[in-house]
């Protein structure tokens, strides 16, 4: 286990249209770790998710977060994803004319690629070689059971919710980020999206990469086993566990949460 946590989150507050939505959220993520962030809808998860990767919406007023010991706060979504943060993003449109493969190469691509210099010219790149790309594509798409045919599709064209899962998992297992966050959303998916998100995160997790979960699902031990469980209320982490607090979601809900909360 390294010493000190890839994402460090620290007493962060953001809000959304000058309402404040995370009132100080606190979290330590490594390599190697597997998260589950709970909480019931609209306590704040999917925030913290956009916040992460630099979506401009969400505006950072005190706290950090910091990635491999640097603040990500004054840099661009692809300088995070570069870095090695990584999440699933949600494609609202299809793509039609863009097959998933060609989608994925040019995200590969961007990883790989350096970043602009301060005059924003992007230095000279290669990119990786389509035979290689192909080959690998391949490889991580036995990996997670998935049928070739699938890479040929345009993407998110006519896909389901499932699917669109689908093509994020694909793209984590392309991209190996360092840490990834999986926000399986509340919309219309629920069990579907999370034994899909669950199924690649458990093909994907080792040493080399720290996960987190996001779900209000309480079953989620079915499909997952995280090493650390924590609950969300209005805007907060207010409290951290092992897969037993899972287990005690999963019997009582989250209304004793907001009690405990109350009764402080
Ligand atoms: P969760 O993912 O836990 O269900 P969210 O982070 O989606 O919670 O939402 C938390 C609160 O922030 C809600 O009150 C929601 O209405 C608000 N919110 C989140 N994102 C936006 C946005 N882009 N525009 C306006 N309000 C938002
Ligand atoms: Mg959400």
New binding site residues.
């Given amino acids: 286990m390294s010493q000190t946590p890839e994402l460090i989150v620290k007493d962060l507050r953001v809000s959304?249209?000058g309402?404040e939505?995370l009132k100080g959220l606190n979290l330590e993520v490594r390599k190697g770790e597997m998260h589950a962030l709970m909480?019931?809808?609209?306590?704040?998860?999917?925030?913290?998710?956009?916040t992460l990767m630099g979506?401009p919406?969400?505006e950072v007023t005190s706290g950090d977060i910091l990635f491999k010991g640097e603040s990500v706060l004054e840099q661009e979504t692809d300088e995070r994803a570069r870095a090695g943060l990584f999440m699933a993003f949600q494609y609202p449109v299809a793509i039609p004319g863009v097959s998933v493969a060609n989608f994925l190469r040019t995200a590969m691509n961007a990883r790989l690629s350096p970043a602009a210099g301060e005059d924003g010219k992007v230095p000279h790149r290669k990119g990786i070689p389509p035979r290689e790309f192909r080959k690998l594509l391949l490889e991580k798409m036995a990996l997670l059971k998935m049928d070739e045919s699938f890479a040929t599709r345009y993407l998110n064209d006519g896909f389901s919710g499932g699917e669109k899962k689908r093509a994020e998992i694909l793209q984590m297992a392309l991209l190996k980020p360092e840490i990834a966050i999986m926000?399986e959303?509340?919309s219309g998916l629920d069990i579907d999206a999370l034994r899909i998100v669950s199924e690649g995160v458990n093909a994907l997790a080792g040493p080399e990469l720290g996960i987190m979960v996001?779900t209000?699902y309480n079953r989620i031990l079915n499909y997952i086993k995280p090493d650390r469980v924590h609950v969300?209320v209005d805007?907060r982490i207010e409290v951290s566990g092992g897969p037993e607090l899972a287990l005690q979601l999963e019997a009582r809900g989250y209304d004793w949460v907001r009690e405990e909360v109350a009764s402080r």
């Fill in positions: 959304v249209e309402k939505i909480g019931p809808n609209g306590s704040g998860k999917s925030t913290f998710a956009n979506h919406k969400y926000d959303t509340d996001i209000h969300m805007g």
